[in-house]
């Protein structure tokens, strides 16, 4: 057993403490949008958000996570950050196939909360744990550069 | 069920440590490719006595389990160190990861390794019966042979605090982000009136373990650039017979030509 905080609330979950983070949300709390793409922390689509910093979830196992927090995409798309990074996605047209945005906007959301001013290769190196292969990352580096702008005082 | 431990102190750690066969988890990132099922993980990251960046008289003292982007965001640490841990992978692994781990998993591509060996760094390890430090040459007995007993745990990393200022880093890789390193090179040339007061040099990813040749250096120590030009061919024929790479994922010959480049670019870098 295992309890931390999960999106905010106290939660135990059951699982064997070598488990991966990605399978317990995913399997075990329903949380859905961190996808599993690699299993190697190559990929970045199952990024969260733990203590603070982002992690590839495929790369944690529950037993490492006893009393932290953990915020998936669920949770963050409830925040106005969140709502000004995705106006700015769907401005510039960064999203096609999906599959790695929810990575991508916990990327950017760690990116700015580290610096609400970043530089192009800020950005760059922010997101390059992120694959992405339908946009070529011009777009979505744009609409980081956007979100910045957009949402200034919120980071 | 094989159970795991969770540890809240160094105390508690290495008790499991030395009454249970345990594997140390510290980042989790190396271990979590291959996740076991049936591993009896020791969960190290939680540990405030691993995770403490420090400085004494003689040495910056850095927790095993300080993560990669930790050590890049202290003050305490060393350019050339940073310079090589804000290259691994991506934010996410370096905000998991840690030195230790880098260290224990015994690969000859470790990028902080590499530092650690180029600064002739020493590690403190410690059971429940006491400790000891060991430079980290004598810790890599070859290809992931560590001298770790059973009941130890890798606590601090420990770095020389002066003399580490005139550096060379170059790591090779097929890209920027999330690469292995195919060679790396790190060298560090201490100069003072003029004079070479200290040379160390190591190559990562070429062998079973980081090459470091100090008897090597000592060739260029003691020496004014302009002497140093003058046992030039001797140093690097010296090192050309010394560097025997093996095949990985590139060859053995790309591999010796890229070493004997890099070594060549950091004397000249220097006016040798």
């Known amino acids: 057993m295992v309890k931390f905080i999960l999106n905010g609330e106290e939660v135990t979950s059951n699982a064997n403490q070598n488990e991966r983070l990605l399978d317990v949300i995913r399997n075990e709390f329903r949380l859905t949008g961190a996808k599993c793409g690699c299993k190697e922390g190559e990929c970045g689509a199952c990024s969260v958000i733990l203590d603070g910093k982002l992690v590839n979830s495929c790369m944690v196992a529950m037993g490492s996570i006893e009393g932290s927090t953990v915020m998936t995409i669920e949770g963050y798309s409830h925040t106005d950050r969140f709502s000004v990074l995705e106006k700015a996605y769907a401005s510039v047209s960064a999203v096609q196939c999906g599959f790695c945005i929810p990575g991508m906007m916990l990327a950017s959301e760690s990116i700015l909360a580290e610096n609400p001013n970043p530089t192009e290769e800020d950005i760059r190196r922010g997101i390059s744990g992120n694959l992405c292969r339908c946009t070529g990352y011009n777009a979505i580096v744009e609409a980081i550069g956007i979100a910045a702008k957009e949402g200034k005082g919120l980071w | ?272």
């Open chain 2, 1 to 272: 069920m094989v159970k795991s431990y969770f540890a809240t102190s160094l105390k508690e750690a290495l008790e499991i440590r030395g009454r249970e066969s345990v594997t140390p988890y510290a980042g989790g990132t190396d271990l979590m490719i291959e996740a076991d099922d049936n591993a009896s993980y020791l969960f190290l990251n939680k540990i405030p006595e691993l995770k403490q960046i420090t400085a004494d008289d003689e040495y910056i003292r850095i927790g095993a389990a300080s993560t990669f982007t930790e050590v890049y965001h202290s003050e305490l640490i060393p350019q050339i160190l940073k310079d090589a841990v804000i290259e691994i992978a991506a934010p996410a692994i370096r905000n998991l990861g840690t030195v230790g781990g880098n260290i224990c998993n015994g690969s000859p591509k470790g990028d902080s390794v590499l530092i650690f060996f180029a600064t002739d760094s020493k590690l403190r390890l410690a059971s429940s019966k006491g400790e000891r430090i060991l430079p980290i040459k004598e810790f890599y007995l070859g290809r992931k042979k560590l001298a770790i007993q059973d009941d130890e745990l890798l606590v601090e990393i420990l770095m020389s605090k002066t003399g580490l200022d005139n550096y060379y880093y170059k790591k090779i890789g097929a890209r920027n982000a999330l690469a292995i390193s195919r060679v790396s090179f790190a060298g560090i040339l201490d100069i003072k009136d003029g004079k070479i007061m200290n040379c160390m040099t190591a190559f990562g990813a070429v062998s079973d373990v980081v090459i470091r040749r100090p008897e090597l250096d000592g060739i260029l120590i003691g020496k004014t650039i302009e002497e140093a030009k003058a046992v030039k061919e001797k140093y690097l024929a010296a090192f050309d017979e010394a560097i025997v790479p093996i095949r990985g994922r590139v060859s053995a010959e790309y591999r010796k030509s890229v070493c004997m480049n890099l070594l060549k670019d950091f004397l000249e870098s220097n006016g040798i």
